[in-house]
């Protein structure tokens, strides 16, 4: 990913562990401040692998050397605690999320859905062996999720008109502090179906929105994650329906709401947290960045920058209340309401904040 000005440079995300015989501590803290999540987890009890070339059945796939290559499936493997290692290579979803017991190639409705308590780590090299690389800390400081890649070009390569409606899901998570997606870019998802939805998890999934993500009633923690060229009627990159995720170390770039609202991300009655992250070259209809509506996000060391739309290029709040601290925007452009901040019946809290586009009232 892109490093940020020195400003944010310096408020990078740390991570601090402390270990017990039964648990593990995880807490994201930026300038001292807590912001983002605090995570408890068991000891897993279980670790899956996942390869490209990976051959093992997933209940078999507890080493590099005996790797599967179905991420889906290690994942409904999985029971809450238990950790899923995905080498380095591209994965395309084989299942549709509403029926995930079936292999269906062509199916749009295909999707990698999180499962409550799994914890998803990409980033490994594609030649992880067991000697050198058992645990997420074994990867690079920051890993490098560009190759570790979700893709939704199902059938015509290089073609957006039959990819899968969405690359993730999260839906019906009540307990998503302990579910994680770590190091991905998630690209080619196409929500192009206005009006149709699955039931995926007991929850409605609509297929006009989230292309990169959709998370309803879910609240996943999402780290070192891409989120590139994905369209959707709205939320091209993110769609969030009732859910309050976190994402840290995240890159929301060239995604398209080509019919709607927020480019890069879509919240409705939501509150998501966003720290050490950067929404730019996004594009909609409304919003070119994030479109809220009786929503609240937290934003703390968030870029925001040339994000395009009709109608107001940067962040759109209506009826909502977000946090806005150390946040830049500039060069955010549309045709009527051009500013990187636009408010309606909204009361945002702005803190150390640099908006080099207008603010709206």
């Not at 990409?122 to 490098?144: C, I, L, M, V």
């Not at 999402?222 to 769609?239: K, S, V, Y």
């Not at 929404?279 to 809220?292: H, M, P, S, V």
């Not at 809290?349 to 640099?354: D, F, G, P, S």
């Amino acid at each position: 990913m892109n490093k940020r000005s020195n400003r944010h440079e310096t408020n990078l995300m740390r991570q601090y562990m402390s270990k017990t015989a039964e648990t593990v501590i995880i807490v994201i803290v930026i300038m001292g401040t807590i912001l983002c999540c605090a995570v408890t987890v068991a000891d897993a009890q279980t670790v899956r692998h996942v390869k490209v070339s990976g051959s093992a059945s997933p209940s078999n796939s507890t080493s590099w050397e005996n790797a599967c290559s179905d991420l889906q499936a290690a994942i409904d493997a999985s029971a809450p605690g238990d950790m899923v290692f995905v080498a380095e290579g591209t994965y395309i979803p084989i299942r549709p999320a509403n029926n995930r017991e079936i292999i269906d190639t062509n199916n749009r409705n295909n999707a990698f859905v999180l499962k409550e308590g799994v914890k998803v780590y990409g980033g490994f090299p594609a030649d992880a062996n067991d000697a050198e690389h058992r645990s997420p800390e074994s990867r690079k400081a920051e890993p490098d999720a560009q190759f570790t890649i979700l893709s939704g070009d199902l059938g015509i390569k290089n073609s957006y008109i039959d990819n899968a409606y969405h690359i993730v899901i999260g839906a019906n998570i009540a307990n998503g502090d302990n579910t994680i997606l770590d190091g991905f870019t998630l690209t080619g998802g196409n929500a192009d179906f206005d009006g149709g939805f699955i039931i995926v998890n007991e929850s409605a999934v609509e297929t006009n929105a989230g292309g990169g993500i959709f998370n309803v009633e879910a609240s996943p923690v999402f780290i070192n994650i891409i989120i590139r060229d994905n369209l959707a009627l709205q939320g091209g990159g993110i769609c969030n329906i009732d859910s309050n995720p976190c994402f840290s170390n995240l890159a929301v770039c060239n995604n398209t709401a080509f019919d709607g609202n927020g480019g890069g991300m879509y919240n409705s009655r939501s509150n998501p947290a966003l720290c050490n992250s950067e929404l730019c070259d996004n594009k909609a209809t409304n919003a070119g960045a994030i479109y809220n509506i009786f929503s609240s996000p937290k934003l703390k060391d968030v870029l925001v920058c040339k994000n395009r739309a009709n109608n107001v290029g940067g962040i759109c709040n209506l009826n909502s209340s977000p946090s806005l601290v150390n946040v830049t925007t500039y060069e955010n452009i549309a045709s009527r309401n051009d500013g990187g901040l636009y408010n309606q019946n909204s009361l945002p809290k702005i803190e150390n904040c640099y908006i080099y586009d207008r603010i709206i009232q």
